[in-house]
């Protein structure tokens, strides 16, 4: 059983777009974390969200805590081929970290 | 520089062979753990470590093993590789962790295929 669904899993759009990618569980977390991960290389931290409710934003990128801190989503407004990648969200589960399977994005120019 | 470094970035051995792949970080961070990655599983912790000298298993630990004899390196020993164990496997290291937690640092990966 996954304890972080993903979804989409996987997403191909045109530069300009918009689009949301969900990370969702039906545990409660004190924070979450969203990385981005490209070919070849190791995941990248983008973001921790801590506050139910939260709302964080990078640059063209906006990150959100559910109210019940059960949810996050990533939405990215106008992306870029630069953006492709593998999103993966993580939470805590005591002393480590646990992963969703990631949404791999795929944006063409 | 300073960082977190996985040694070697390829890797192709035989079954029951061991394999050790190695990681180095620069910033004394505490806590540093192994994950494995494969299509359909994401990521899955091997093993971590809280400081030198404290181990412990995640999630898939079968067929290996690690040691921290130093803060700084944080070995992973396939002591009898198979082809399961085939995957991308990846070093991270944290500050700390919980709600204070500033995020893992990921190496660059160490891709192994067991033939």
């Known amino acids: 059983t996954q304890l972080l669904e993903q979804s989409p899993q996987f997403l191909s759009i045109q530069e300009g777009e918009n689009l949301t990618v969900y990370c969702n569980s039906s545990?409660?977390?004190?924070?979450l974390q969203w990385y981005r991960q490209e070919p070849g290389e190791g995941p990248v931290l983008l973001v921790t969200v801590v506050t139910g409710g939260e709302v964080k934003k990078l640059k063209r990128l906006t990150f959100q805590f559910g109210d019940a801190r059960k949810d996050s989503s990533l939405h990215i407004t106008a992306a870029q081929p630069g953006d492709t990648g593998l999103y993966l969200c993580a939470a805590p589960r005591g002393y480590k970290y646990i992963f969703g399977t990631g949404t791999r994005l795929k944006v063409l120019a | 520089d300073a960082g977190i470094t996985q040694s070697p970035r390829y890797k192709i051995t035989e079954t029951g062979r061991q394999v050790t792949l190695m990681c180095h970080q620069t910033?004394?961070?505490?806590?540093m753990f192994w994950y494995r990655q494969d299509l359909g599983h994401g990521l899955r912790l091997i093993y971590y470590?809280?400081?030198?000298?404290?181990?412990d298993k995640g999630e898939v630990p079968d067929g290996y093993v690690v040691s921290r004899s130093k803060t700084e390196n944080f070995p992973l020993t396939l002591e009898s590789a198979t082809r399961s164990q085939t995957s991308v496997y990846f070093c991270a290291s944290s500050e700390s962790l919980g709600r204070n937690n500033y995020g893992y640092t990921f190496g660059s990966g160490t891709r192994l295929t067991v033939v």
């Open positions: 545990s409660v977390f004190s924070s």
């Open positions: 910033w004394s961070h505490s806590y």
């Open positions: 470590s809280a400081a030198a000298d404290i181990t």
